[in-house]
């Protein structure tokens, strides 16, 4: 299932590639694909294992990118 995110926070766009490439490596995402641009991030995982794949999400963002939200739209 594909999952859209509201991401804001971040300094730069290689900020965001570190983020992403940190996050890929979270068990159960299939991909995730962030656009430093537009504020946008794009999961996709298992439907049953979203509610716990946000937590983890959530968990990394704040210890890579401590000023980082995310929201899910």
């Known amino acids: 299932m594909r999952y859209k995110c509201k991401i804001k926070g971040l300094d730069c ?3 965001a590639g570190e983020l992403e490439r940190a996050l890929s490596k979270i068990e159960g995402i299939e991909s995730v694909v962030i656009n430093f641009m537009t504020e946008k991030m794009i999961i996709e995982c298992e439907e049953n294992e979203k509610e716990k794949i946000m937590e983890n999400i959530r968990k ?3 210890k ?3 000023d980082v939200t995310i929201e899910e739209i």
Do not use: I, R, T, Y
Request: aromatic share 0%; glycine share 0%; charged share 35%.
């Open 64 to 66: 890579e990118e401590p």
């Open 13 to 15: 766009a290689n900020c």
């Open 60 to 62: 990394v963002a704040k």
